[in-house]
């Protein structure tokens, strides 16, 4: 048994199995039911509107199906036609059903073993911000013996994200049945949990702040401002911008907090810094990346008062606005982003 992931400060990925066996000298022929849901309506938790990832479980089976029968050892049922079979037999076509049935639809189907599942997946959000939450487990079992081959559970976390959360959680879990008893890389961006509920996400009826919460920083002599208005407009690179803080243009009370924002077809890098000892204050500069100049432009430099720093910078795609908020969860700043894609 085994997981891994690899760090974010928004996104979570991580997935375990245990395989008990697995096709050696032959392919197993096996069917994909659908994964089964939990009954669930949308409702309204402490500011948050909470709605059931609709038609999760089959969509989550389609690509397990589609993943696994890419691999070799094993020949995956049209997920169509084996709907129709059953269907036409009266059998069950999702859920687990009791080792009998799994046996008659072994046979119905002519196959060596049937993956079954269930997962529950939400979506969550208010104004301020939104994410997807999906959790799996799955398992083979064969028909004839009901013995299963092989498990596997997974969870994911996706916040503000236009990824296709159910494809990446599909992919992470085959990928780990693929890996036998070792462990396979995890995609980058991601970490392995906790994963706190959308209610633990937001504490309190304020907006969640799931994009930026740096641990406080090193403290050193206050300096303040040094030559703001010579910082470069242009940089080739986000570790060139990096190089640039705190030292030699702009220096503050310790190492700047920043964020990456490449997502709803914007390429945005922001950063921070608190310039003064004994006065609220952030300075920020946003930069967009140019695909044609292969540089990144300055967007926006302000200077936000009354904040230490910054509790949350995220695009809001409803507005196209870059949207600064507040130690408060005041938003404090928003800067249009027009045709910045």
């Given at each position: 048994?085994?997981?891994?992931?690899?760090?974010?400060?928004?996104?979570?990925l991580?997935?375990?199995?245990?395989?008990?066996d697995?096709?050696?000298?032959?392919?197993?022929?096996?069917?994909?039911?659908?994964?089964k849901?939990?009954?669930?309506?949308?409702?309204?938790?402490?500011?948050?509107?909470?709605?059931?990832?609709?038609?999760?479980?089959?969509?989550?089976?389609?690509a397990?199906?589609?993943?696994?029968?890419?691999?070799?050892?094993?020949?995956?049922?049209?997920?169509?036609?084996?709907?129709?079979?059953?269907?036409?037999?009266?059998?069950?076509?999702?859920?687990?059903?009791?080792?009998a049935?799994?046996?008659?639809?072994?046979?119905?189907?002519?196959?060596?073993?049937?993956?079954?599942?269930?997962?529950?997946?939400?979506?969550?959000?208010?104004?301020?911000?939104?994410?997807?939450?999906?959790?799996?487990?799955?398992?083979?079992?064969?028909?004839?013996?009901?013995?299963?081959?092989?498990?596997?559970?997974?969870?994911?976390?996706?916040?503000?994200?236009?990824?296709?959360?159910?494809?990446?959680?599909?992919g992470?879990?085959v990928?780990?049945?693929?890996?036998?008893?070792?462990?396979?890389?995890p995609?980058?961006?991601?970490?392995?949990?906790?994963?706190p509920?959308?209610?633990?996400?937001?504490?309190?009826?304020?907006?969640?702040?799931?994009?930026?919460?740096?641990?406080?920083?090193?403290?050193?002599?206050?300096?303040?401002?040094?030559?703001?208005?010579?910082?470069p407009d242009e940089?080739?690179?986000?570790?060139?911008?990096?190089?640039?803080?705190?030292?030699?243009?702009?220096?503050?009370?310790?190492?700047?907090?920043?964020?990456?924002?490449?997502?709803?077809?914007?390429?945005?890098?922001?950063?921070?810094?608190?310039?003064?000892?004994?006065?609220?204050?952030?300075?920020?500069?946003?930069?967009v990346?140019?695909?044609?100049?292969k540089?990144?432009?300055i967007?926006?430099?302000?200077?936000?008062?009354?904040?230490?720093?910054?509790?949350?910078?995220?695009?809001?795609?409803?507005?196209?606005?870059l949207?600064?908020?507040?130690?408060?969860?005041?938003?404090?700043?928003?800067?249009?982003?027009?045709?910045?894609?």
């Open positions: 048994m085994f997981a891994d992931g690899c760090s974010s400060p928004r996104d979570r991580d997935s375990m199995a245990l395989v008990t697995w096709p050696s000298d032959q392919v197993w022929r096996v069917a994909v039911l659908d994964f849901i939990p009954p669930a309506e949308e409702r309204i938790e402490e500011g948050l509107t909470v709605t059931p990832l609709t038609g999760s479980g089959e969509k989550l089976a389609a397990v199906a589609g993943l696994l029968g890419e691999e070799s050892g094993y020949l995956v049922v049209d997920r169509d036609l084996m709907l129709r079979t059953l269907r036409d037999n009266s059998l069950p076509t999702s859920g687990i059903p009791p080792a049935r799994l046996a008659e639809i072994g046979r119905v189907l002519e196959v060596d073993g049937l993956v079954l599942g269930r997962c529950d997946g939400w979506h969550w959000g208010n104004r301020y911000e939104w994410g997807e939450r999906l959790k799996a487990s799955l398992w083979l079992i064969m028909a004839e013996s009901s013995r299963t081959a092989w498990s596997a559970e997974g969870k994911a976390v996706l916040i503000g994200s236009d990824q296709d959360i159910i494809q990446l959680l599909a992470d879990m990928k780990k049945l693929m890996a036998g008893s070792g462990k396979a890389q995609p980058p961006g991601f970490s392995e949990g906790p994963y509920s959308p209610i633990e996400l937001s504490g309190t009826p304020s907006p969640p702040t799931p994009f930026i919460q740096p641990s406080p920083p090193p403290v050193r002599a206050p300096v303040g401002i040094d030559d703001m208005a010579s910082l940089f080739d690179s986000i570790d060139a911008i990096k190089r640039a803080f705190p030292e030699p243009k702009i220096k503050g009370l310790g190492d700047p907090a920043s964020t990456h924002l490449n997502q709803y077809g914007y390429d945005l890098f922001v950063i921070w810094v608190n310039p003064f000892s004994g006065r609220k204050a952030t300075d920020s500069f946003a930069y990346y140019n695909s044609q100049t540089k990144w432009n967007l926006d430099r302000s200077r936000q008062e009354g904040e230490e720093s910054l509790r949350n910078v995220y695009i809001d795609p409803g507005t196209s606005r949207i600064y908020m507040g130690e408060n969860g005041r938003i404090i700043r928003e800067i249009p982003l027009g045709k910045q894609k």
